[in-house]
């Protein structure tokens, strides 16, 4: 059976002590056991101290730096998002000092205003039919009195498609004749 050694470096804050006889008095302990290992002696133990009181040594608890700028809305009207964050590094933790407690990051709503109304694009909203209302569309049914009478429209309709709002366009005949509008 070889020996066993724990290793540090040459600047390790810790001065560890190796003791088969139980705890050492005064210094923080920890058992070494192996419960698997049928030689294992239930009195080893590791220890340590300090080995210098070095102000550099100090447990610094971290403190957080100031929150950043707030990032652009993720949305230019009808109700976005935005955020920011901060970092614990006003000091950063060290020598065990504890983390910042709290959130690094936070969020807000931002241009909660509504949207103005799409407007449609033209051609590409809109639709001229002769065979009654297309699916997906809403429209207007156009109606004109012409002659001879053969030449009248009764079943032409003017559609945009759904959801976007009534566009406000209206069907005139030429001046001075009777426009009729019923809405499909």
């Known amino acids: 059976m070889g020996d066993n050694y724990v290793c540090l470096p040459a600047d390790s804050p810790y001065d560890l002590k190796w003791n088969s006889a139980g705890p050492i008095d005064g210094l923080e302990c920890i058992q070494w056991l192996e419960p698997a290992d049928p030689d294992t002696w239930d009195d080893n133990y590791l220890c340590h101290k300090w080995w210098h009181q070095d102000p550099s040594l100090t447990a610094v608890n971290g403190g957080w730096s100031h929150f950043s700028k707030w990032s652009e809305c993720s949305a230019s009207c009808g109700g976005g998002s935005q955020s920011r964050k901060r970092s614990c590094d006003n000091p950063a933790p060290l020598n065990g000092g504890v983390d910042c407690e709290g959130d690094d990051e936070e969020t807000q709503a931002c241009n909660s ?18 065979a009654g209302v297309p699916d997906g569309y809403t429209c207007m049914r156009v109606l004109e009195f012409a002659e001879p009478k053969d030449h009248t429209w009764k079943t032409t309709s003017f559609c945009w498609e759904d959801g976007i709002p009534d566009p406000g366009l209206r069907w005139s005949m030429a001046a ?8 499909v």
């Open 176 to 183: 001075g004749r009777m426009d009729f509008l019923i809405r």
């Open 113 to 130: 205003d509504p949207c103005p109304p799409r407007l449609p694009s033209w051609p590409e909203d809109f639709k001229w039919s002769n």
